[in-house]
Nanobody, 115 residues
């Protein structure tokens, strides 16, 4: 199994920045890709950004140019650098790991962007 723990959420003004972290433990050797999803009140969970074990990345159109996903394999941690935040970025952000054993989710971290 894989355990995921997110951190770094909080309250920020529009135009500000936050960095989210997701620390993975357990069967990390089985992880193929990791990603960040978000879910705003009343909306479905959506993919924000993902990164494969080889370092390939993809982003939702709404965050391209503003968010950057990266990973530190030595620390088994994935980051999401969020710049130029907008009120519409307000959501609970979840870390996801896609592994050979299945998909795993963290508990989420709340990001609130005030206007």
């Amino acid at each position: 199994q894989v355990q995921l723990v997110e951190s770094g959420g909080g309250l920020v003004q529009a135009g500000g920045s936050l960095r989210l972290s997701c620390a993975a433990s357990g069967s990390i050797f089985s992880i193929n890709a990791m990603g960040w999803y978000r879910q705003a009140p009343g909306k479905q969970r959506e993919l924000v950004a993902a990164i494969t074990s080889g370092g390939s990345t993809n982003y939702a159109d709404s965050v391209k140019g503003r968010f950057t996903i990266s990973r530190d394999n030595a620390k088994n941690t994935v980051y999401l650098q969020m710049n130029s935040l907008k009120p519409e970025d307000t959501a609970v952000y979840y870390c996801n790991a896609d592994s050979t054993e299945g998909g795993y989710w963290g508990k989420g971290t709340l990001v609130t962007v005030s206007s």
